[in-house]
């Protein structure tokens, strides 16, 4: 009897050690649980600050997220105070009617430009010059004017295809904003000068770039008309510099998977400026064939447009 007992109690208190054990377990794994959900909670909130937040906190971030993300970066700053995504992408009105993304649209094409004047030897900001290079008397520039898709050698010996047009004019000329927009950026690049680049609201996957600049005359969210003076050409080119004249390219630019892709800009040229600008870049590539007397320099045949080679894309 007493064995009975004896065992009956072990046997209670198994049960009870068991149940407790039991309980112990599931309040850990309720724990555990709980623990994983604030975790998935504070990863949700983030990924969401991470979205519209460290994104476009501050000036400098939306900037580069903008750059490298246009296609995306409405989603992430439209609602976001930052002063600079406002700026690009104001609170939607119902009744506005958004452009087509696919459809950017210039209205300058970055220097002033004319039909060649003998007198001053000039077409518009353009002067007609070849530069030789200090020790002996080849011609380093062939042309005043570089076309869209121009071929290039590149660093590494292969041939590449220039991405954007470039001017060649008198150091101290005027580089023009050849859309009206906002100041994206102003960013020092490799060349120890500046590129300038604008957005249009209403076309938030391009982006308007003035590159080769010195001397800017606006400020990151600034609002500019076509048109209007930001900077000086460039003077980076050592050789042009010490001849008086400096550098300017000029580009239109979307992106594929956070990688700029370069657009001809003068196809994209306002239907009320674009037989002004395309009669002037034809005289151009007269004019200066005949200054330098060697009437083979642009094979315009075989252009897509005036100031283009092609219009296929370049990704560069």
Known sequence: MKLKRGYSAILLLSVILVIFISGCIQQADDLMAGNKAQQKTE???SDEEKGLGTLCSGEVECRAFCYNNQRQCESYCRGSQNELCTKIFPAENPSDTKKDDSKPQIEHIGIQLDFYDPLTNKAGDIK???FMYPWN????NSKIFYDYGEVSPGEDGTIELEPQPVYIAPLGTKVRAITSGVVLDIRKIYSGDYTIMVIKPEYPGWIYEHEHVINPTVNIGDTVTSGQVLAEVSNYNQWLRNDGYGVLDI???SSVNGKPLHHCPYQYLDESVKQFYFERIRALYT???EYTGNS?????????????ITLDPIQR
Do not use: D, K, M, R
């Open 251 to 253: 580009g239109i630019l």
């Open 137 to 140: 008397s080849e011609v380093y």
């Open 287 to 289: 004019s200066w064939e």
């Open 128 to 130: 007609f010059h070849t």
């Open 296 to 308: 083979s320099l642009y094979n315009e045949e075989e252009h897509a447009i005036p100031g283009c």
């Open 43 to 45: 990863q949700e909130t």
